[in-house]
């Protein structure tokens, strides 16, 4: 994950090692021979040209350690600068350098870490909060390509989830599972309500062919069961946190959002809040709407969070999400405790425009 942190960092750190070698054996070799340094750095005009301009290349690169260290909050850089008088530039600029990298990779994890797992064929990234507890909230979300790193998602852009965790989070940091498809062919079929699409195989009439290369039969039920009796008590227990279905929430986007209220009606015991990004209720119309929210426990110990944009795809949601509110009203669910329903203007179907909600979500998740 995020490996070009670790590439560079193992690149500066190797020069920073041939730096402090080759620095230590010159020098070795210049006393033991009684050479005078004085004279051979200022001895001629080529030695003045070389010289001055390493001198000036010194300046620019205290320069850069000073004012990098300030703005990415590292510490001791002093100490650098110390080492640099009596071993060689060659050794500690790559060497700060190289704990640059550490630290962009820190900030960059939110201070937390990353760990990748395998099972039954699925990728599981998990991300861990530094102040990890028993109490720590859960967040599982599906579509997990695309939630920490831009080389791995399918467009080039993610959610964002660890900025706005970094940057906008009120509440608790929540350990993050981050879930993968199965194969980017077979997505629609393990992300759809398995029960509504099984009685209702005419729901597949109005997609094109290139979104049923692999089938129509859906496998929904198969994932809700891998992430609720495999992944989340792989990873209670691996973290040692305790369950609590109030800090247990599942996030997913257009049909990550179908499943994600389909995972809450099949385990309310385990997930007390779905939050749903661009519900795709395109997937089965108002069956879905009617089915999907007749199968949710009501909203006494239960949370909701449906959107919808205005843009591309999401321009063709407006009447089954208000369809959608209504029914979801009448189980109980109110706002803005139980219930968000909102409207996002002049926004799409996209992870960019997603990526700007999720800091608002996880705050009504986590402080509401």
């Known amino acids: 994950m995020l490996k070009k942190y670790a590439i560079r960092y193992r690149i500066y750190l190797v020069t920073a090692i041939l730096g402090l070698i080759t620095a230590w054996t010159l020098n070795g ?3 033991l021979s009684d050479q005078n340094y004085l004279t051979a750095w200022f001895g001629s005009a080529v030695d003045w040209v070389l010289s001055v301009d390493l001198l000036l290349v010194g300046v620019a690169v205290v320069t850069l350690m000073l004012v990098e260290a300030k703005r990415l909050g ?3 850089v002093w100490i650098y600068l110390v080492l640099s008088g009596v071993t060689a530039i060659a050794f500690t600029f790559p060497l700060f350098m190289a704990f640059r990298e550490k630290k962009l990779l820190e900030l960059r994890l939110a201070k937390g870490k990353l760990e990748r797992f395998e099972f039954d064929q699925h990728t599981v990234d998990i991300w861990v909060p530094k102040d990890l507890n028993p109490e720590t909230p859960v967040l599982i979300m599906h579509d997990g390509r695309n939630i920490f790193d831009e080389k791995d998602s399918y467009n080039g852009k993610t959610w964002e989830v660890l900025s706005a965790i970094k940057d906008e989070l009120e509440g608790p940091q929540p350990l993050v599972i981050s879930v993968w498809g199965l194969s980017d062919e077979t997505r629609i079929r393990e992300l759809s309500p398995q029960s509504i699409s099984d009685n209702h195989q005419d729901i597949w009439d109005s997609y094109p062919d290139e979104y049923k290369t692999t089938g129509t039969q859906s496998f929904g039920d198969a994932y809700v069961s891998l992430i609720s009796d ?3 008590p ?3 227990d691996k973290y040692g946190i305790s369950h609590d279905p109030k800090r247990t929430a599942i996030m997913g986007a257009s049909m990550g959002g179908l499943i994600s209220l389909y995972a809450m009606s099949h385990r309310p015991n385990l997930y007390g809040t779905a939050i749903c990004f661009s519900t ?3 997937f089965g119309g108002q069956t879905s709407v009617t089915e999907l929210i007749g199968m949710l426990p009501d909203g006494t110990n239960h ?4 959107d919808r944009g205005t843009l591309d795809l999401d321009a063709n949601y407006g009447p089954f999400h208000a369809s959608a509110t209504k029914a979801l009203e009448a189980k109980g669910f109110e706002s803005p405790g139980s219930l968000v329903s909102a409207t996002y203007p002049n ?3 996209h992870e960019k425009y997603w990526s700007k909600r999720v800091g608002d979500a996880l705050n009504w998740w986590l402080t509401s």
């Not at 949370?303 to 449906?306: A, E, G, M, N």
């Open 29 to 31: 070799i210049a006393s």
């Open 74 to 76: 590292m510490k001791r």
């Open 230 to 232: 495999a992944i989340l």
């Open 234 to 236: 792989f990873a209670l």
């Open 280 to 282: 795709h209720w395109l």
């Open 303 to 306: 949370r909701v969070w449906t």
């Open 347 to 349: 926004t799409g179907h």
